[in-house]
């Protein structure tokens, strides 16, 4: 939830908390479009108007985190962050409302905050139920013992499924001994005793004292009117009264770092991992910005120094990095996955060499330049979307005032090679560091940090800059979405173009190029998986690093991805640059140069993500269960190999392979390629037929199809996975029918009701809020739409203890949806629910482009989600259950439990 490296009722008596008069809210400023409001009882609210965002998003930013939490307090904000979703005597039911409202809705906690946001299909009565809803909850939550039993042991399963990752443990240990006094040594998530032993009355107190609209920053954007919008707020908010004592500010500062300090952590795994954090300032003071671009220049991927020292010298598989921008001083934390036959211990030695290097010699305007392009191409994004701008304007009002996020933006852009220097020299020494290793098994010289500085005169006459931009209203409906969509073909690419005027010029496209068949791939999946990203490492004309830079340049950015016979690229763009962006992907297609150092990177990386995996119950359950589903012959492309089988072919994987693959298969014979965003369609159009003309190809391409023939028979697979506190539950059924089978529409909502909505789900009611026994429990349905195969499949997290409950009630519950139907309310809730999902991803640039891609591929237009829609809306209870009982049985479900079990039952299958 941070900006990467940078930015920054009853119980209303009970509570002591009384409902006002209000006087009207007075202006406080605006930047760039957002303007700043505050109530007569504190709260502030900052509301921008975006027309072209058919959501609206409300944000309600508690100013407490884990770094206002006493002794005994550790993990309390979180833990109260849970409870506040709990039912109030307004909203009995939130998340069933939220769920039939179409909102994607969430709340997190973080060392200085606290946040609640949902963004909703945009329109009046959304906007007051979520302002209305918001103001109670931020009051009136009960907070009771009942609640919080359920709730501490979900809680509780969160921290133990932190405890499954060793590089997060190591990050912890790391700050735990970098700050020894300062809460932000202390995880958010707290420890275990604190969460299970709280006292009620305790957490109630907690509320009480930081729960209150002088402790609150309402962040409120999309397609909105700002005066009635500010009209709400006071209605729904104004009303509450300020209590008397204020909130006292916090006041521990960590002492400067006096020695280098030294963690070792050892678990069970197989991936070493090295670390090193440095103390810095606050993401107000002036010195951060200098400070954030230090750490790019360190650890980007493929033109960081510590990229080139380590990854590319097959030293580590990975270095990543994040310059924390926290409300006091904070630290950057820089950590590098240890490549299979090194040392960690000295692996931590170079990365902290090259650390010095960079003191010592300094850095290059070049490296300032492509860190700055990194930077404004991360913000420009960012801004184009306003949900995650408003989340991320939470974090800055966090650090200070929300309005640092523009301020440090335009700080960034005067940093020179001076000021990172300096800062290099100033933190970047052994006494302020602290270095940690994850092993699978001087003289005192002080570096004060400066205070946090004064952030009201910092921002007082801030005005911003004047050339933001809006894009249009639009309407996501099928129907207004037909009426734009333009169709062509390249070749054998089929294209759909939808040009529409977005916020920034942003542009999305997908292009999916199709080859070969099953026969002719047989035992060549690893190499269809690797082939696209080793092309858009380099061309002939471009090295990994100058492509890395270009994109950056042109504020662009490129994914690519393989798959049995696919080869999909994902981009992001804006429209002065996407002309230019499509022709580096010509050269990524026509042009690739398949550079044995970048496949030799990218096996090193892929074979340390298999090697973590084999340790981790969420990789390893839905795995084995995947390899029942999919019972092809070893070499078939539709294989599913184990994790160690899928380790060796990386490992054996040869550049040969890849450029025959290429020059025998890779072509613009057959695919789709989408486009929609902020576009010039006649220039665009010249760009792809340029990139896609006159290719052609050795071998034809027939679709590989996959059959859900021959079921497996159902049984239980127990997986041990020693020294993991978080156990995962995985089964799945396989069903012979596609998506447009007449239960189809039944079958998506009866999986909505079960696990597919979240918290609105009975699997969720059950399994996590009645039982507190699972973090994260669902179900999820998926159907192809060209051949007879569907998937059911339930899952969820849980402490090993509680795995046989788990599946015991996941079953039971759906034998009672099976048994006794459902309720009209909640069959109404669902079709609601979905139908506005469906809407919201539509919303969404990227995904309406992937839905386009979709429809193309299999000979449709939206007219078929139209009617999908319609029927989804006429189902009836009864309909959705006869659906569920044809198709759905409990007893053929193919079962899979992963952990660190206390008793192995004999009549289970076993598996390490």
Known sequence: MLIRRFVAGLALCCLGMNLVAAAEPRKIGSVEGLTEYQLDNGLRVVIFPEPSNEKITVNMTVLVGSRHEGYGEAGMAHLLEHMLFKPTSKHPRPDQDLQSRGADYNGTTWFDRTNYYETLPAGDDNLEWAIEYEADRLINCPINAADLTSEMTVVRNEFEMGENSPKSILEQRVFASAFEWHNYGKSTIGNRADIERVPVDNLRAFYKKYYRPDNVILFIGGRLDEAKTLELVQKHFGPIERPAEPIRATYTEEPAQDGERLVTLRRVGNVAVVGV???IPAAAD??????ALLEAILTADKTGRLYKALVERRRAAKVQGMAYALHDPGAIFISAEVAQGNEPDSVAEDMLEAINEVVKDGITEVELVRAKRQFRKYLDQLAAETPKLLIELAESAAAGDWRLFFL??????DVTVDDVNRVARKYLVPNNRTVGMYIPSQQPQRTPIAAV?????LVENYKGRSDFSTGEAFDPSPAAIEARVKRSQIEGVKVALLSKKNRGGIVSLQLRLRYGSAKSLFGKAPVCDVLPSLMARATRHLNSEQLADKLDELQSTLHASGGPGEAAFVIQSKREHLSEVIDVLRQILREPAFPQEELDILKQRRAA??????????ALAPRVVSQKLNPYPVGDVRYQPNLSDELKQIQGLELASLKKLYEDFLSAQAGELAIVGDFDEAETVAALQKALKDWKAKSPYERISRSAEN???????RIETPDKANAMYFAGLLLALRDDHPDYPALVVGNEILGGSGFASRLMGRIREKEGLSYGVGSSFRSNSLDPRSTFSIYAICNPENVEKVVALAKEEVEILLKEGLKEEELAESQQGWIKGQEADRGEDGKLASILANALFVGRTLEYQAKLESRVSQLTADAVVAALRRHVNPEQLVNAIAGDFPEKPA??????
Do not use: C, G, W
Request: proline share 14%; hydrophobic share 25%; net charge negative.
């Open 453 to 457: 500085p004064d952030v009201s005169k």
């Open 711 to 717: 079921p497996p028979k159902p049984e239980t697979i």
């Open 277 to 279: 954090a440095y103390h």
């Open 609 to 618: 993500e298999l090697e973590e995996q084999m340790t981790q119950p969420q």
């Open 286 to 291: 002036a010195e951060f910005p200098a400070v």
């Open 408 to 413: 440090n933006r335009d700080r960034l852009e």
């Open 907 to 912: 009549q289970e299958s076993k598996q390490k």
